[in-house]
């Protein structure tokens, strides 16, 4: 089956995910029973996971991913533990450090760890990890790090590597308009700071 019959599958329940839809995902992907490869099985549960912590629901990640889960799945546990339990953010960060430091050896370890590093408030370190990853979820990313920084130019830059890759995908157009957004602002206060 080809990459695009793999996408076809996971569209929905990808598409309710980026746009903050988690139940709706978590839903759609419920009915994907007989998913068509393990690996299609792996994505459907990383969004699945992904959405019930979105919705402040830990327990259910950390009670379903155990030892013997993908190790796709694995860095998801992580997350949940470090977003569930203030008193063991340290040592989940030096854990995460330590894991990141030599290679990262999946996109949802990537995701995983620059989400821990900028709730950390360490953009620098978000940025490297997902600096080697090509997915447009790791670009966008990227794009909103920039976008905090007030590094409009760079996230234009990497804006159009996205258009390049795929124009219509949900997270090409969500990331122009975050673009176009921070555009508008970054003009806006500097009229207004002009003008005052």
């Known amino acids: 089956m080809s990459r695009q019959q793999h996408d076809d599958e996971l569209f929905e ?7 903050g839809n988690y ?11 007989k998913p068509s490869t393990p ?11 992904r959405s019930y912590m979105a919705q402040n629901k830990f327990l259910v990640v950390l009670d379903e991913i155990q030892s013997s889960s993908p190790d796709e799945v694995q860095p ?30 999946n996109d949802t370890l990537a995701l995983v760890a620059a989400t821990i590093y900028v709730n950390q408030n360490n953009l620098e370190a978000a940025y490297r990890v997902l600096h080697a990853c090509e997915s447009l979820e790791a670009v966008a990313f990227i794009i909103d790090i920039l976008l905090k920084i007030d590094r409009v130019d760079l996230a234009r830059k990497k804006l159009k ?26 003009t806006s206060s500097g009229f207004a700071n002009a003008v005052g």
């Open 13 to 19: 329940i990808r598409n309710y995910y980026y746009i």
């Open 23 to 33: 139940q709706q995902c978590i839903n759609e992907a419920q009915k994907l029973r």
């Open 39 to 49: 690996e299609v099985a792996i994505q459907r549960d990383i969004y699945t996971y």
């Open 76 to 105: 998801l546990r992580l997350l949940a533990e470090y977003l569930s339990s203030k008193q063991k953010r340290e040592a989940i960060v030096g854990q995460l450090d330590q894991r990141v430091a030599n290679n990262v050896e």
């Open 161 to 186: 590597d996205m258009q390049e890759k795929d124009d219509d995908a949900t997270l090409t157009q969500l990331a122009q308009a975050w673009v176009n957004v921070a555009s508008v602002s970054s």
